[in-house]
């Protein structure tokens, strides 16, 4: 199901990076900073597309994740600590945490399973808020860049950059190694998966660490870039909502389709309801209707059906949809 | 003496977390929707109330059967209008799109009723009633009586009506249900809007004795997840008993570990039950 890239599609994703690495010479500030959070949330949601799309463990943690990886990064360089060994740091105890984590949370499943991570994220934020260690409910201050806006604007995009191609690339990788397909198996039948051989607690465990390194590492440049964190701000469900909305937009369990669904969101809304910052949360909820009712499957399955239905069917292939599953 | 009024305090509290979790359980059980609109039918049910008080000094404990049966009826709608056409997809698709009317539907609460928390404060407010050297608030006593006998309402309609047998019915076999008659779609619907109209009325309550905000609804949100995790699904007991259980812990925990930490408890208390015995305390098995 997950066939190598053709030469083509590695030339378009070198092109894609390309683009993007050069992106900061032609655009205004303003421009890289949005590009900055649409590649924040698309770290998200292909991080989460390891536990949540691949292995079809629906994960609320990737909110956790993150913040944890903000505040390690906020407190080792109030430390004195270099900010990207702190991303380093982060992203490992971020790994420890899944780990230790993962061996009860993987045990359950479905609903039980989603309303643990959602405990674990929630846990962590009352955890931030009485920690003397993490400032409390006042937040923490971080060190301030030095250079003007043009540098610190380039160095947290490359930063963000950086980590969402290494997010990509791992994803890519997983899906064409036996790890990726043992995860398939899971998500589709988790008993016939153990019994054909898969060890299913240890795919588990590996993809809901591999999901919690990114938010981790992008959590800590989060921290760096906003120079001041608060629990609310960090450990915020919301986060784990975009993810999961964005993967779902471009195709639950493929490799580009959380990336593009990211794009698509993050771009469009900023033009669609730029001007309402007040209500982003209440379109978000609109599109998180939509894409539920009319294009489940993603993106991607829309635009492979049209390609060969032609755009004609596209009326039928919605309805088609929503009429699948009611009662 | 402390602790007898602890105690007290735990188990009045317990019984309003109970109520609150009872129609988030239902739902869950019969249709395997992790109902995340649950806080923001309680968040809007206490506003019925706050406003019919507000604006026509309705008493708080008269306006509950308004705030229930318009709850009622948005819940119908939602499910028949939203939630039925995706039902049988992976539970987690039901999850999404509640999670997305949340979100639409508090930011526009934000906009509308602002985010100030709002209490109602009826002129019987700061009574209590001396008991044994206690003091025990009348409100929340109040709201304890009723809280509790409203739940005890809704499992004799389950286990004596028609509607809610056809209920458990299909909780128990879809389609056996089906053949023997039962239209899911309207079943589903009536479902949901009892949900939502139990959600509502616990609002209502919540509102005299606590207070609400439209930012309140993901707090008792999350002590449906627990108290339902707790508890287990499937029966009243286990509602009541995930209630009392979060309660003591919180009011316990509060006076040893200080307040700040009283939220974090349930959570602990949340994966500790998942990781002993993830079908809950009282949960009985094929009820998940």
């Known amino acids: ?327 | 003496m402390v602790y007898a009024q602890i105690l007290i305090n735990s188990i009045l509290l317990g019984g309003i977390y109970a109520c609150i979790a009872v129609g988030f359980s239902l739902v869950w059980g019969v249709m395997n929707i992790l109902n995340i609109m649950h806080g923001t039918f309680l968040m809007l049910g206490g506003y019925v109330t706050f406003w019919m008080f507000k604006l026509y000094g309705v008493d708080p404990f008269l306006s509950l059967p308004v705030s229930a049966v318009s709850m009622f009826c948005a819940g119908y709608v939602v499910q028949r209008g939203l939630i039925n056409k995706i039902v049988r997809a992976p539970m987690f698709m039901s999850l999404i799109l509640t999670f997305g009317l949340q979100l639409l539907v508090v930011r526009l609460a934000i906009y509308f009723f602002t985010g100030d928390f709002r209490s109602v404060q009826p002129s019987y407010a700061g009574f209590s009633i001396p008991f044994m050297g206690l003091s025990i608030p009348f409100v929340r006593i109040s709201i304890f009586v009723l809280g509790v006998l409203l739940t005890s309402i809704l499992f004799w309609f389950m286990g004596h009506t028609r509607t809610g047998r056809a209920i458990r019915a299909t909780r128990m076999d879809l389609d056996s249900a089906q053949l023997m008659g039962v239209d899911i779609g309207r079943i589903y619907a009536i479902t949901y809007g009892i949900g939502a109209a139990a959600a509502a009325t616990s609002g209502s309550l919540v509102s005299v004795g606590f207070a609400i905000s439209p930012v309140s609804d993901v707090e008792f949100l999350s002590k449906s997840f627990i108290i339902c995790t707790i508890g287990g699904l499937g029966n009243i007991t286990g509602a009541l008993a995930g209630g009392l259980i979060l309660g003591l812990a919180e009011n316990f925990g509060a006076l040893y570990l200080g307040p700040g930490l009283q939220n974090a408890i349930g959570y602990v208390l949340l994966i500790l039950v998942l990781f002993i015995k993830p079908s809950g305390l009282l949960g009985r098995k094929g009820f998940e």
Not at chain 1, 126 to 138: F, K, P, V, Y
Not at chain 1, 225 to 244: G, Y
Request: aromatic fraction near 14%.
């Open chain 1, 1 to 327: 199901m997950f066939r190598p890239w053709s030469h083509i599609q590695w030339f378009a994703m070198g092109a894609g990076v390309l683009a993007l690495i050069l992106l900061p010479s032609f655009v205004e500030n303003d421009e890289i900073r949005k590009w900055m959070d649409i590649l924040m949330v698309a770290i998200l949601a292909v991080s989460w597309n390891f536990i949540g799309g691949l292995t079809g463990y629906p994960s609320f943690a990737s909110a956790a994740f993150f913040g944890l990886g903000a505040y390690t990064t906020a407190i080792l360089m109030n430390a004195g600590f270099n900010f990207f060994i702190t991303l380093g740091i982060g992203a490992c105890l971020g790994a420890l945490v899944a780990l230790a984590l993962g061996v009860p949370i993987l045990r359950l499943r479905g609903h039980y399973f989603a309303i643990a991570t959602f405990g674990v994220a929630e846990f962590f934020r009352e955890l931030a808020d009485n920690l003397r260690i993490t400032g409390g409910g006042d937040g923490i201050n971080l060190p301030q860049i030095t250079g003007g806006p043009d540098y610190f604007t380039r160095f947290f995009y490359f930063s963000m950059l950086g980590v969402a191609v290494l997010a990509i690339l791992t994803q890519y990788f997983v899906t064409r190694h036996r790890l990726g397909y043992g995860l398939v198996a899971i998500r589709e039948n988790e008993d016939a998966a153990a019994m054909t051989g898969v060890d299913t607690t240890k795919y588990k465990i590996i993809a809901f660490v591999l999901s919690s390194i990114f938010p981790a590492m992008g959590g800590g440049v989060y921290a760096y870039r906003a120079a001041f964190l608060e629990p609310i701000d960090v450990f915020d469900v919301l986060f784990s909502i975009k993810a999961i909305v964005m993967s779902m937009l471009g195709g639950v369990g493929t490799v580009m389709g959380p990336l593009v669904g990211a794009l698509m969101m993050e771009y469009l809304s900023d033009y669609l309801w730029g001007a309402f910052t007040e209500f982003h949360s209440a379109f978000l909820g609109i599109i998180i209707v939509l894409v539920v009712l009319f294009i489940p499957r993603g993106l991607m399955a829309v635009s492979q059906e049209v390609k060969s239905r032609g755009w004609v069917s596209l009326g039928v292939i919605l309805k088609s949809n929503i009429q699948r599953f009611r009662v």
